[in-house]
């Protein structure tokens, strides 16, 4: 599809008034809405539709519908009774399985544990992005140019990772903030995929934490030598899985290079 | 780990907690995607059934998102079976159907929505109709946007659409609403 200028600012203009627009295109389109005319007009259109729209009146659930549901699922369950059996002898099964893991040896234990702990970090990195969305910019120094980020963490932070810029791969380079995981303060990079904002957290190396979905955000972890990597973004896993692939094949650790 | 937690826990009490606090809101959509209050009772009673039974799939990340998927997708496959004659899906047309439904309005033109047609005043009756008119791909999401108030995330999970579809089908069903509600004045 040919987007025209047209489209464009018709998919920004609903974007921006679902509140969808990410703080730096929210930022210039507003600028945009201040100047011209025609497109404050249609604006002002659309949200007149969306208060018609919001202002239907809305049927009233049903009073015996939950009632009638749960006498339904009751049926359901009566003549499921083959079904649970087979379930409550699998259940033994595990049971059993567990009573024997109760004897797992203490490094086992000690896994877990830092898995726990690990699944800590994934929730402050996501933590970290969700808060710098909802502040005016997701970065503390706003900058396209490598040369400008880079220095900037070496100043505050004792490590600080290669800031590649991967516009030509569709990853534009905002710029950086420091999060605190922990109560290490740690460089975060921040990219621009279309209207997505992407954090990349570098920690520590050794701990990368599962792929997966919190909040709503994707995340994917890597580590190289120097860093272990958390990609946090609502874009979905295969666009994270690219990302991984164009910052790692930019920023080789140094001991490869 | 996570397989003990699922299965020690009464399916029933995951169900309770899970699916019915969104019932009002599954009965809303329910009713904007069939048209009527029956059909919605019907589809909403069916979706609980279908949420029960798969209440072990569900990921403990969107419980609202979840519910309102089966319920959605419940409504779609009731009013195949029902009331074929009043759905056309888009995977049911051409490839260039689609590109024309998705890209270029309901008859195939560009939809104009000239500039004078500026504010809507509140009539009920009107909108109700222009919306219940909207092909249902865009019915839906305007429905789950403004009316459950999902963000554009939870409406790409729900429909099965890549968001980059959902916003596009977002900006055409409103222009859509808009030159349908032109032509009425």
């Known amino acids: ?257 | 780990m996570s397989v003990l937690v699922v299965q020690n826990k009464d399916e029933r009490a995951a169900f309770d907690e899970v699916f019915l606090p969104h019932l009002p809101e599954a009965y809303r959509l329910a009713q904007w995607l069939a048209g009527n209050a029956s059909d919605a009772e019907d589809i909403v009673q069916e979706a609980a059934l279908r949420a029960f039974r798969g209440i072990k799939n569900f990921g403990a990340v969107n419980a609202r998102a979840w519910s309102l998927t089966i319920v959605r997708n419940t409504a779609f496959s009731w009013l195949t079976k029902n009331k074929p004659r009043t759905v056309v899906f888009l995977n049911d047309l051409s490839a260039v159907e689609q590109q024309e439904l998705e890209y270029e309005g309901l008859h195939g033109a560009r939809i104009e929505t000239p500039e004078e047609i500026a504010l809507f005043k509140a009539d009920t009756e009107e909108v109700q109709k222009a919306l219940a008119q909207l092909p249902v791909q865009f019915r839906e999401v305007i429905v789950l946007r403004e009316i459950n108030q999902m963000n554009y995330r939870d409406i790409a999970e729900i429909t099965n659409a890549p968001i980059g579809t959902v916003m596009s089908r977002l900006s055409r069903g409103r222009q859509l609403l808009i030159a349908l509600l032109g032509d009425r004045r």
């Open chain 1, 1 to 257: 599809m040919v987007v025209s200028l047209r489209d464009n600012d018709e998919l920004q203009l609903n974007a921006y008034s679902d509140g969808e627009l990410d703080p730096v295109l929210a930022n210039e389109f507003e600028r945009r809405l201040a100047n011209e005319a025609s497109l404050k007009a249609r604006y002002a259109r659309l949200l007149s539709l969306r208060q018609a729209v919001r202002s239907l009146p809305q049927l009233e659930i049903p009073a015996n519908l939950q009632a009638r549901i749960k006498s339904s699922l009751n049926a359901e369950r009566s003549s499921n009774v083959t079904v649970l059996r087979q379930r409550s002898w699998s259940f033994q099964a595990l049971a059993a399985a567990a009573v024997f893991g109760a004897v797992i040896s203490s490094s086992v234990m000690m896994t877990i544990e830092q898995y726990g702990q690990r699944e800590g970090v994934a929730n402050q990195v996501v933590a970290g992005h969700i808060r710098s969305l909802l502040a005016p910019q997701p970065f503390d120094i706003a900058s396209s140019d490598r040369h400008t980020v880079k220095p900037w963490f070496t100043a505050r932070l004792p490590v600080s990772p290669q800031v590649p810029d991967l516009a030509a791969q569709g990853f534009a380079l905002l710029g950086g903030r420091v999060d605190v995981v922990g109560q290490d303060p740690v460089a975060t990079i921040i990219y621009k995929h279309a209207a997505h904002t992407l954090s990349l957290t570098t920690l520590r190396p050794g701990q990368s934490v599962s792929e997966q979905t919190i909040a709503g955000y994707n995340l994917r972890s890597w580590s190289d030598t120097d860093f272990t990597y958390i990609a946090v973004s609502d874009l979905p896993s295969t666009d994270l899985a690219t990302f991984q692939r164009a910052f790692s094949a930019a920023a080789p650790a140094p001991e490869i290079k």
